[in-house]
């Protein structure tokens, strides 16, 4: 559980198949967060980030597929 | 999961945000976005990650707007719609996600089938040189502004300011003070030259003691510990901010420059949602009793209502809730994760449920 923010880690549940899950510690739920939004069924945010090259960006840009998005950091 | 379905057109972003546990690996919270920015460059590079990277901004409007989680993952359908959302990322309930919404593929990627790097962490000087600080009960991180204008210079040096929960109630406590040298410059502390030092400026009335402090000296003539102290705080007005004044020798790694810098802080004695978690970097205190922490937290969660490993304080005993109160480190009304694990008996053992006296036998 002290790893769960490492970037490696948070790169292996993008890429990992069920064998490294399974042996993945359990994580502790977190606090309402089913009920904070955005809920299922809601749109996205209207929110600016930055792209890896430093440039804004808009989440509803992220439109017009299905997209998978994973929060984490290097800790 | 990426190699997987990126070819059926499912886009894979990673969102990079505020640091949840600063001191791993020695990383610690960058104060612009440009650092920010340096932090995915690092990961990126020591991940060798295909995916696309994306930042929150500084404001970490992107960490609020989606629920504040570490390691919370979301899955977007065309039309900009959530469809799904899980507080922790799982590749296996991914998997079945992406498989009941696009299609399963023929051949799942297995792990052996990747070639992952591993992160080294960032190189620096010498460290375990100068002891750490262990603090004298919970602490959470406050409001940091480094006033980055008035420096020529990137803050080398980054300061960490947690109060004590009596400051935070009552405005009289403790305030910790952490210098940590930043590893995204690759710099030291020299020690041949005049140690580290910090005064703290306040409003007329405040109390503080010691208001300035100067780092240990040290034989070695480098090293990258962090420079700690806790001071005691007694604030007269607690909406003007302390002002704290840092002075350091800058030396970087190479060996290519050396220089004097004074850098500045204001700090406003309210706690930072976004300052994340140090403990689990921390050496681990010295439990009393194993056994009687295992007991104390297992009491604890006997109040857990809906058995999702999270303790509202509103439902447990008046008595626990006075021991839990200094224990809810984020002040968010539940004991939860790394606040239950790091979770010790009080002096005179665990907080016991009164004992129902029982009726008295008839005369």
């Known amino acids: ?75 | 999961m990426y190699r997987d379905y990126a070819p059926l057109g499912v886009k894979f972003h990673y969102i990079y945000k505020a640091l949840a546990h600063p001191e791993i690996n020695g990383y610690v919270s960058p104060f612009t976005i440009e650092e920010r920015l340096q932090h995915v460059a690092i990961a990126k590079a020591q991940l060798g990650s295909q995916i696309d990277w994306l930042c929150d901004t500084m404001t970490n409007d992107l960490k609020h707007a989606f629920g504040d989680a570490p390691n919370s993952e979301f899955v977007i359908d065309p039309a900009g719609t959530v469809v799904r959302k899980r507080a922790w990322s799982d590749p296996l309930a991914l998997r079945k996600d992406l498989e009941s919404l696009v299609g399963a593929v023929a051949q799942p990627t297995r792990v052996e089938d990747l070639k992952l790097p591993s992160i080294s962490p960032a190189r620096q000087a010498a460290k375990e040189v100068v002891p750490r600080l262990r603090l004298p009960g919970q602490f959470a991180p406050v409001v940091t502004s480094p006033m980055l204008t008035e420096s020529e210079v990137p803050f080398y040096v980054k300061l960490r300011v947690e109060a004590d929960s009596d400051l935070l109630r009552q405005g009289k406590g403790r305030l910790y003070l952490g210098f940590f040298l930043d590893p995204i410059y690759q710099v030291h502390w020299n020690n041949r030259a005049e140690p580290m030092s910090f005064e703290i400026q306040a409003a007329a009335d405040t109390r503080i003691s010691p208001a300035q402090g100067q780092g240990p000296k040290v034989s070695l003539a480098a090293d990258s510990d962090p420079r700690e102290f806790v001071v005691d705080v007694e604030l007269a007005d607690r909406s003007v901010p302390l002002t704290v004044t840092v002075r350091y020798v800058a030396c970087d790694d190479a060996e290519t420059f050396c220089l004097p810098v004074a850098q500045s802080y204001s700090i406003t004695l309210q706690a930072d949602r976004d300052g994340g978690n140090r403990r689990s970097a921390m050496p681990a205190a010295p439990p009393a009793s194993a056994d009687m922490s295992s007991r104390m937290r297992q009491r604890v969660l006997s109040f857990d209502k809906d058995h999702d490993g999270i303790v509202q304080l509103a439902d447990v005993p008046d008595r626990m809730r006075q021991f839990l109160q200094a224990a809810d480190a984020n002040h968010d009304g539940a004991i939860d994760g790394d606040e239950l694990r790091t979770l010790r008996p009080p002096p005179g053992g665990p907080p016991r449920p009164k004992q129902k006296r029982s009726p008295s036998p008839p005369p």
């Open chain 1, 1 to 75: 559980m002290k790893c769960r923010c490492v970037a490696a880690t948070v790169i292996w549940c993008l890429f990992l198949d069920a064998a490294l899950a399974a042996q993945a510690p359990a994580r502790p739920p977190m606090a309402g967060f089913e009920q904070k939004k955005p809920a299922v069924g809601e749109p996205l945010p209207e929110v600016r980030l930055f792209n890896a090259a430093g440039q804004e960006v808009n989440l509803s840009s992220l439109r017009g597929q299905y997209t998978v998005l994973v929060f984490g950091c290097l800790t």
